[in-house]
């Protein structure tokens, strides 16, 4: 494509480092459909004749279709998809072809081939997290009142409901799929027409080409445009932090499904045996996807990386840009994917849930309040009274509800059997009505809220 300049041809092993065609090639569709867009524009404006523009528009749907086909060769000496394209389009329609690239240089190609792509992923990633969204407010609704010990440290707390604790989940990713939405629209700018780095003299329409490709307005500044990667980094780190999620979520799944935990058991669809100890039942799809998200916080890493010590505009360290993100699309899609069929599959084990909510003298909290409610004890006095009760309760080798009243008047006088009513499991989850609280009542509301919140999107 530089002929003019060049006496020779590359080094082998420069061909070697400055190829990208092997990954590049999954923006075909974007290339071709930019590369049309463009064409048409060109036309549009009198700069190339309309039986160059259409031979073009032909041109490239034979294209598409050959790489759909697999029959199209791609080769690596013509180093990335956009050359690629554009040799094998002169192949095919000759001279036209080589009107394709006025007004418009690989730098804003590529910058708009890549955003496009990353554009249709963040969309998949809001619809696939809105997926395990439903899932986990199914498994809310059923599980509004099974009971289970809320940590905190990895201790037990205070108790809580499965319901809630799956809602907890919903949370985070109506936040993760906000930050793709959040990022769509920052990204919804068309780099089309920056040309190398600083505009171009022809009478392009920007516009045009930024409404065809679906793009709500042109980009304002030509030497941004080029250099800019910051739709790639949003992408990325919405996609770590949506992971990290996942990965929580993943490894509360191992803590769950131990025997010493028992709170659920996973499908036999998203578990593995041992090759040697008969009988484990390993939950490999949890661990994988809390691994994997290593590799998603790594790409994030990796392009800021690459990017933090460029001058403006285009450098070639640029082309860097993409593994990663390509990557972490895939592997965010793969562990979404995983998580909504682990969730749907996965068994509660509500009386074992139940059995270690109660341990831990959860209900302390309880105890404490009770004094400050019904006894006027400042809510000081009553941790340190509490703090006797629990004592004692450990001495003795018992729940906090199975201290004789005596006992627990001799801690505090002013106990009365009416505190029974509030050291149980379900008094504790009963009361806990505050806004935001882990009630049943709550999560049931709560699970409304978001079933009819999705539905109006
Ligand atoms: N393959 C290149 C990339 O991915 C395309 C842009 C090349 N531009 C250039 N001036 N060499 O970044």
Redesign the pocket.
């Known amino acids: 494509m530089w002929g003019g300049r060049f006496a020779s041809g590359p080094d082998a092993i420069m061909e070697e480092i400055n190829a990208?065609i092997d990954f590049?090639r999954k923006l075909y569709i974007q290339d071709i459909e930019g590369s049309k867009a463009h064409a048409a524009m060109l036309a549009t404006r009198g700069i190339i004749s309309s039986d160059d523009a259409s031979q073009i528009a032909s041109g490239l749907d034979t294209i598409l279709s050959e790489i759909e086909r697999g029959e199209f060769e791609f080769s690596r000496a013509l180093?990335?998809i956009?050359m690629n394209v554009e040799s094998r389009l002169r192949e095919l329609v000759g001279d036209a072809a080589g009107r394709l690239h006025t007004a418009r240089?690989?730098?804003d190609q590529?910058a708009l081939d890549f955003r496009m792509w990353v554009r249709e992923q963040a969309k998949a990633m809001c619809t696939s997290i809105e997926r395990l969204m439903n899932v986990l407010l199914e498994k809310a609704e059923t599980h509004a009142d099974s009971i289970m010990p809320g940590f905190t440290h990895l201790q037990s707390a205070q108790p809580v409901t499965f319901g809630h604790h799956c809602l907890a989940y919903v949370e985070m990713l109506a936040r993760d799929r906000s930050r793709f939405a959040d990022a769509l629209e920052r990204m919804n700018e068309c780099p089309l027409g920056a040309a190398a780095l600083a505009g171009t003299g022809f009478d392009i329409d920007r516009h045009q080409t930024s409404g065809s490709l679906g793009f709500r307005e042109p980009t304002r500044n030509s030497l941004d445009t080029v250099s800019d990667r910051d739709f790639a980094l949003e992408f990325l780190s919405a996609a770590s932090i949506c992971g990290t999620h996942l990965s929580r979520l993943a490894e509360e799944i191992v803590i769950w499904s131990t025997p010493q935990f028992g709170f659920v058991t996973m499908s036999d669809r998203f578990s593995t045996g041992s090759s040697i100890m008969p009988q484990k039942k390993n939950p490999d799809a949890a661990e994988l996807v809390r691994g994997k998200i290593g590799r998603v916080n790594g790409s994030l890493v990796g392009l800021l990386t690459v990017m933090k010590g460029l001058p403006l505009t285009?450098s070639?360290d640029?082309?860097e840009d993409?593994e990663g993100v390509f990557d972490a699309a895939e592997t965010l899609e793969l562990c979404l994917a995983a998580m909504i069929g682990m969730i749907g599959d996965m068994r509660v084990n509500t009386q074992n849930m139940k059995a270690a909510a109660g341990s831990g003298f959860s209900t302390a909290t309880d105890l404490a309040d009770w004094l400050v409610r019904e006894a006027g004890l400042p809510f000081r006095d009553a941790h340190h009274v509490t703090g006797r009760a629990v004592a004692l309760a450990e001495s003795e080798g018992k729940q906090l509800h199975q201290l004789p009243l005596d006992a627990l008047q001799s801690i505090h006088g002013s106990i009365t059997k009416g505190i029974y009513d509030v050291l149980s499991v379900d008094a504790s989850v009963a009361s806990r009505t505050s806004f935001g609280g882990t009630a049943p009542q709550n999560v049931r509301s709560q699970v409304n809220y978001w079933k009819d919140r999705l539905a109006a999107e």
């Open positions: 990208s590049d180093e990335d956009h240089s690989r730098n590529v285009y070639k640029m082309q993409k």
